[in-house]
C-alpha cells in the first residue's frame, strides 16, 4: 500500500445557494451540472515533506458545463483547515477561458498548491468549495456545499534524527592550574650567576619559600645556547638556582617543611634549535638555509662555523639563542590559583561592573562561569569575558549559553530571540576562529532557529574547513537530517555515506530509503539502528510504519507494542498516524495497544 500516492475521486454532492431571486436559469443549470465535477488530490492522506506540504489537485468539469457560457465564470476555492478550526485560504481553481485544457472533451485543470508545515496543521482536512458567478452582476452567485476531499496530515517524512550537539568550548584552567608552578629566569650569555636573573620573577620564588606547607618537590631544569662556551653551562644554571632556593627556605621558612630539590639538563643539541627556527619569523629561504646546515652532515664546530656565516645568524643570535638561555623553576603545586569561590566572587562583581576585569585574567574569567549552573549568571560572565577579552571562547561560550537557554524556552517568539543571540556571539567567534568545530556550532544554531538555507550553507562550509573523523561525521549527519527536511532526499543519502555508521545515520538512511519505497532496504537499517540503541522507541515506531506499508500485522504488532512499552506518547500517535488508519478495527493493532 502506497500511501503517498494513493489518490481520491470525489464527486461532490451539490447544495446550491441563491443569493439574488433572479439569479436566473443559466446560474442554476451550471451549479447543478457542478454535481458532476471530479476532484482528485494526490497524495491523500496529504504528505508534510520538509518545511512544506506540497500536493496537486486535479478537478475535472463535466463535458458541458461551460459551453457557450461567456457570461459565467467557475471557480473552486481550496482550504485546509487545522485542528481547532484554524482555516486556512490556499488558492483557487478559475475555469477561465485559457486557464484549463479539455481530457476526454471535459474542461480540466492540475494545479500543485502548498502551504507552511506546522505541528498544529498534523490534525486538518482539505476542503474545496465551488461558486458559479455571473460577470455583469458579481452579487449573482451559486455556492456547492463545502466538502472534505482529503485529510492530513502524514508525517512520516518528519520522524528524522537530528543531533545539533554543541557545548562549551574544554576548559582547561582547572587542569593548568592545579599543576605544577612554573617559573622562568633567563640568563646572560655565558653566565650562571644569581645576580644575572634578578627582576620580577625572584619575588615569587621567594614567595614559595615563605608558603607554610608540610612538603615541597622542586625541579630545576637548566638549558644552554649551542653558541655559549662549554658544556656544563646548563647544569651550572641549575645548580644555582637550586641552591639559592635552600638558602632562602633557611631563612624564612619558620614552618619547618620538607623540601625535595632535584636539577635536571635539558637537551642543547641541535634539534633544539631546529625546533625554535621553524616556529621562528625568518623569512622561508632563510630557514631553508639553516635547516639544511643543521641537518646535514659534518662536525658541530663546522655547523656553528656555517650557520655564523649565515643570512640568518643576526635574527638568531638577537632572537633565537637568547630564549635557549634559561633555567625554569617547576614546584609541585601552583600558589597563584585562586579558590572556586574566590573565583566566582570575583566574576560575578566584575559582570556587575563593581570591580575591574583586570582582577581576574580571561582564563580565570572564563573558568568562573563554569561554577554556576544557572543560565542566566553564566550568561552575564561569558558576556563580561566578552567585553575584558574580545577572544573567540568567550563569543563561542556565550552563543553556547544563548542555545541552551533556547533549548528551554518554550515560547516561539522568545525562543527565536534567544537563537539570534546565539548566531550572533557564534558568528564572532568563527570570524576570530574559523574552523570546523565553531562553524559546526553556527550552523547548527542557524538549523534550529528554522534558516534551513543558510545552515545548509555553513554546514558545507564547515566540511570544507576540515577536522577530525568523528566531528566530521557530526556535521555531515546533521547536514543529512536537514536535506530530509528540506525534501532533499538523494542529497541526503549522498551525505549520509559519508557520516559514519552510528545510530543517527541508520535512523536517517532508514526513513530515506522507506520515502523512496524501497521498504525492505529501509528494514534493514532500523534493525541496524536498534543494534546500536538496543530497544529504540522510534525505530521501533518506524519498524511498526513499515510493516503497514508491507501489509505485515506481525510487524505492527510487535514493534508499535515495544514502541508504546518504552513511551506512552506513541500510542496516541499511532491513533491519529494515516499510516495506521486501514488497521484501527483490527486484531494486530488493538494488541499492538495493550501495554
Known amino acids: 500500500m502506497k500511501h503517498n500516492k494513493k489518490k481520491a475521486a470525489l ?47 486535479k478537478a475535472t468539469l463535466p463535458e458541458k458545463m461551460l459551453k457557450n457560457n461567456e457570461d459565467y465564470r467557475y471557480k473552486i476555492d481550496v482550504v485546509y ?13 478559475n475555469f ?29 482536512k482539505l476542503l474545496v468549495q465551488g461558486t458559479v458567478i455571473e460577470k455583469r452582476k458579481r452579487d449573482r452567485v451559486a455556492y456547492t456545499s463545502e466538502e472534505q476531499v482529503a485529510t492530513g496530515l502524514n508525517t512520516t517524512a ?57 612538603q615541597q618537590t622542586i625541579k630545576v631544569i637548566g638549558s644552554q645556547a649551542p653558541n655559549e662556551k662549554g658544556t656544563d653551562l646548563a647544569q651550572k644554571r641549575a645548580s644555582a638556582l637550586a641552591n639559592y632556593y635552600r638558602t632562602k627556605v633557611k631563612a624564612l621558612d619558620y614552618a619547618g617543611k620538607m623540601v625535595d630539590i632535584s636539577t635536571e639538563v635539558e637537551s642543547t643539541d641541535w634539534s633544539s634549535l631546529v625546533e625554535r627556527v621553524n616556529k621562528s619569523a625568518l623569512p622561508k629561504a632563510q630557514k631553508q638555509e639553516v635547516l639544511a646546515i643543521l641537518q646535514g652532515t659534518g662536525a658541530d664546530k663546522q655547523k656553528a662555523d656555517a650557520l655564523q656565516q649565515s643570512a640568518a645568524f643576526d635574527y638568531i643570535s638577537r632572537y633565537v639563542y637568547p ?14 590559583r585562586k579558590s572556586d569561590y574566590e573565583l566566582y566572587l570575583l566574576a560575578r562583581r566584575i559582570a556587575d561592573d563593581s570591580i575591574s576585569a583586570q582582577v581576574l585574567t580571561a582564563e580565570e574569567l572564563q573558568y ?16 563580561a569575558a566578552v567585553k575584558t577579552t574580545d577572544k573567540w571562547p568567550a563569543y563561542y561560550n556565550l552563543g553556547v549559553v544563548y542555545t541552551e537557554m533556547a533549548r528551554k524556552e518554550y515560547r516561539t517568539k522568545a525562543k527565536e530571540a534567544l537563537l539570534d543571540k546565539a548566531i550572533h556571539n557564534l558568528n564572532f567567534a568563527g570570524f576570530r576562529n574559523p574552523t570546523a568545530e565553531v562553524n559546526y556550532a553556527l550552523a547548527s544554531a542557524y538549523h534550529l532557529r528554522g534558516n534551513r538555507d543558510k545552515a545548509l550553507q555553513i554546514y558545507d562550509y564547515a566540511i570544507k574547513l576540515g577536522g577530525e573523523q568523528e566531528l566530521l561525521h557530526r556535521i555531515f549527519a546533521d547536514k543529512a537530517a536537514l536535506e530530509m527536511e528540506m525534501g532533499l532526499y538523494d542529497d541526503a543519502i549522498r ?25 525492505e532496504g529501509a528494514r534493514q537499517y532500523y534493525e541496524k539502528a536498534l543494534e546500536l540503541k538496543e530497544e529504540d522507541p522510534l525505530a521501533h515506531y518506524l519498524l511498526a510504519v513499515l510493516g503497514a506499508r508491507m501489509q505485515n500485522e506481525g510487524m505492527i504488532r510487535i514493534h508499535l507494542r515495544r514502541a508504546i512499552q518504552r513511551d506512552r506518547s506513541y500510542m496516541e500517535r499511532a491513533f491519529d498516524d494515516p499510516e495506521f488508519e486501514a488497521y484501527h478495527g483490527k486484531q494486530a493493532f488493538r494488541e499492538a495497544m495493550i501495554r
Open 11 to 57: 464527486f461532490l454532492p451539490l447544495a446550491v445557494v441563491m443569493l439574488s431571486a433572479n439569479t436566473g436559469c443559466t446560474l442554476q443549470r451550471m451549479a447543478k451540472q457542478a454535481e458532476k465535477q471530479q476532484i482528485e488530490v494526490i497524495p491523500n492522506p496529504l504528505v508534510a515533506n520538509g518545511e512544506e506540504v506540497v500536493f496537486e489537485i
Open 81 to 93: 483547515e487545522a485542528d481547532g478550526q484554524q482555516r486556512e485560504h490556499l488558492g483557487a481553481l
Open 96 to 124: 477561465d477561458i485559457g486557464n484549463y485544457l479539455y481530457d476526454n472533451r471535459r474542461p480540466t485543470i492540475t494545479q500543485e498548491f502548498s502551504f507552511p508545515y506546522a505541528p498544529h496543521k498534523n490534525k486538518g
Open 158 to 214: 518528519l520522524l528524522m534524527v537530528r543531533n545539533n550537539d554543541y557545548t562549551y568550548v574544554p576548559d582547561n584552567y582547572k587542569e593548568y592550574a592545579d599543576g605544577p608552578g612554573t617559573i622562568l629566569f633567563y640568563f646572560d650569555e655565558n653566565t650562571f650567576t644569581t645576580k644575572s636573573y634578578l627582576g620580577e620573577n625572584l619575588p615569587l620564588l621567594d614567595q614559595y619559600a615563605m608558603d607554610t606547607v608540610k
Open 323 to 336: 630564549t635557549m638561555r634559561f633555567a625554569r623553576v617547576e614546584v609541585d603545586y601552583n600558589r597563584a
Open 368 to 383: 568562573a562561569a563554569t561554577l554556576t549552573p544557572l543560565l542566566a549568571e553564566r550568561r552575564k560572565l561569558y558576556e
Open 495 to 519: 551525505s549520509l555515506t559519508y557520516s559514519g555508521d552510528d545510530y543517527q545515520t541508520n535512523m536517517n538512511l532508514g526513513l530515506s530509503y522507506l520515502l523512496k519505497e524501497n521498504y
